[in-house]
Every structure is written in C-alpha cells, then in structure tokens.
C-alpha cells in the first residue's frame, strides 16, 4: 500500500513539472508573439488597389526641406517595399530617426525608371507624410484607377492634417476665375485659412508646411507681428526646416544695421552740404570782396598772399616801399583785415 502511495506521489510530481514547463513554453510565445506585434506596429503599411501600369514597388524617400519635395533622385530613395498579389506593403520604421521628418512614398510606372514623380491628375503617384522611429501609419487608396489621387491614411494624426493643407493647395481653382479682383480675393482667404492652421497647430511640420504655404515673404511687412510671435513660438525647434524657414525671414540685426547705414548717410550728406554751403557764402563773400580791389591792389594782394614782404612787393613793382604800405594798408581796410595772416585765410576761402 505504501508504495503505490509512493508511485502515486511520483506520477503527481512528474505532472505537475509538464505542467510548468508547458506554461514556461507558453509565456515564451506569448513574449515572441507580444514582441512581434509590437514591431509590427512600427511601421510604414498599407494595402494597395495597383492597376497593371504600377511596378509592384513602393519607395521611400526622406524630404530634408520642403523645397525639395518635389525633387526626385536615386539618392534620396532610402527603402522600397514589394507589393504583394494582396496589394500589402510594409516598411518597418525601427531605423528612421526619433524625431519627426517628412518622407515621400512614390510607385513608378513599369516603363519608368524608379526615381520618376508624376504631378498632378490621377496619375499623380507619390505621397507625403510625416513619420518616426515609432510610427505605425496605414495607407491605402480608394479605387484602381487612381493611385493616391483619393487615398485614406490613418495611424498618426499630423499626417491627416497634412493631408488636408495639401488638399487646400492642390485645390486651388483660382484658374478658372476670370476676375483678377476675385482671383486675388480667393488667394487671401487661402492664405488666411493656411495662416490660422500654421497658427493653431501644435505640431512643428504641419504648422510650418501651413505657414510656406501662406506665401508668407509677399505678406511679411503687413503681418509682422505675426509672424514674429510665430517665430518665438517656435524659436527651439531647430530642424532643417524651420532653419529653411528662418532664412527666409530678415533679421532683426541686419535689419537695425541697414537702418543706422541709412542714418549715417543721412547724416553725413546734410553735413557734406552744410559744409559746401558754408564755404561756397565764404568764398562768394571773398570775391565780392576782393573786387572792391583795385588793379595794382588785385596784384599786390597776389604777392602778399605768396609771403613777399613789402622791400620785395616793391622791387617787384619798382614802387616805392612807403607806396606799397599804402596799398596794404588800403587792402587791409577793403577785405576788413587785421594782419597778412588774415588775407591768407581769405584767400583760402
């Protein structure tokens, strides 16, 4: 009886040992399982309705600067992704940067060469959206025949509020109007509405795609304020796209700099013609004076102004000395003198 108590007891170790390494085997799986899911939610996807004209492959390009959205070439296509016979596509986002950038998504005919952008129309066959390390954005279109003329993304918001300032780019029917007046008045709501989306957003890319777009360098005397609180906002982003941004804007040193090199200009052409004008009435009085001179004084003068004395003026002349003393004396009084150190200034006059 004792021992089949002992075998009994055995059986039940046994079992119960199964039992835990059966729910160790399990937990296991389930932390692959759980990890693998995660992973998979870090993720570029999407399922794709492509009409024969498509190559079955979707690239991935990074946009450093919104000016060069729409540049194309192989050097910015960072992955490509197949499309299977489902449409699915899948790009894993585990070795983007942490922090937001704006990336392009563009599928090329089968008689294109992979790095081709199409613009515009229902051909249009390139995306863009914003993502990072931990994204995880669905992307998927609406019909065949249109490959993201009408698409559907979903995942991260920012990227539907880009969407929709593309949308209000893209859409512009101004063309159509014939009325310059009402052209003009259709574009200043545009820009009104693209300001106050720039305005109101939170996030720094879609708040700055608004903003570009509001062409923003025609309106900036008129909205300065604006765009000055915009600017200190947003002063600690320092991406490259607020630094596109930034350069774009003049600043406030250069702007107080061209302002004083307008000032001493100013200043220095007032004093330039207060300085001509003073010695222009100088020498205007000294003609006028010197003409009260007479002939012989004109010529005297002439020699005083040289340093002569008087024994010299006289031997020059062949005059007496007492003679010339009188001439100077007549000169003296005519141009209101005191000393021959006088007619030098008047003379330089």
């Not at 795609?209 to 000055?228: D, P, R, V």
């Not at 406030?252 to 200009?265: P, R, Y």
């Not at 004109?298 to 000395?321: A, C, D, Q, T």
Request: proline share 2%; glycine share 4%; charged share 25%.
């Amino acid at each position: 009886m004792n021992k089949t108590k002992i075998y009994i007891n055995r059986i039940h170790i046994k079992s119960y040992k199964l039992l835990l390494f059966i729910l160790f085997v399990n937990s296991l799986n389930c932390f692959s399982q759980s990890k693998s899911k995660n992973e998979q939610s870090k993720s570029i996807n999407g399922k794709l309705q492509l009409d024969s004209i498509w190559e079955p492959v979707v690239y991935l390009s990074h946009i450093p600067t919104f000016k060069d959205m729409y540049k194309m070439s192989n050097e910015i296509i960072i992955a490509e992704a197949k499309v299977d016979s489902l449409g699915e596509f899948h790009f894993s986002t585990e070795s983007l940067p942490k922090a937001d950038h704006l990336y392009r998504l563009h599928i090329s005919k089968k008689t294109s060469p992979a790095a081709s952008l199409i613009i515009g129309g229902k051909e249009e066959n390139h995306i863009f959206l914003i993502a990072n390390k931990n994204s995880n954005i669905s992307i998927s279109n609406r019909t065949k025949d249109s490959l993201f003329y009408n698409y559907i993304i979903n995942g991260y918001q920012p990227n539907v509020d880009f969407k929709t300032i593309h949308g209000i780019i893209s859409n512009d029917n101004t063309g159509a109007v014939k009325s310059n007046l009402k052209k003009e008045f259709i574009n200043k709501t545009i820009y009104e509405e693209l300001r106050h989306i720039a305005d109101t957003s939170s996030h720094p890319i879609v708040s700055l795609y608004a903003l570009t777009n509001s062409k923003f360098e025609s309106t900036y005397l008129e909205n300065q304020k604006f765009y000055k609180n915009y600017l200190e906002k947003w002063k600690s982003e320092n991406s490259s796209y607020f630094n596109e941004l930034r350069s774009k804007f003049p600043k406030e040193e250069s702007t107080n700099s061209n302002l004083w090199i307008i000032v001493s200009a100013i200043f220095f052409f007032l004093l330039g013609y207060i300085i001509n004008y003073v010695i222009g009435s100088r020498r205007k009085k000294a003609n006028k004076q010197l003409k009260l001179l007479s002939i012989q004084e004109r010529k005297i003068y002439n020699l005083l102004v040289e340093g002569k004395s008087n024994k010299e003026i006289s031997e020059e002349f062949n005059i007496g000395v007492s003679t010339v003393k009188s001439h100077v004396s007549s000169i003296y009084n005519k141009l209101n003198i005191k000393s021959r150190k006088d007619i030098v200034s008047v003379n330089n006059m």
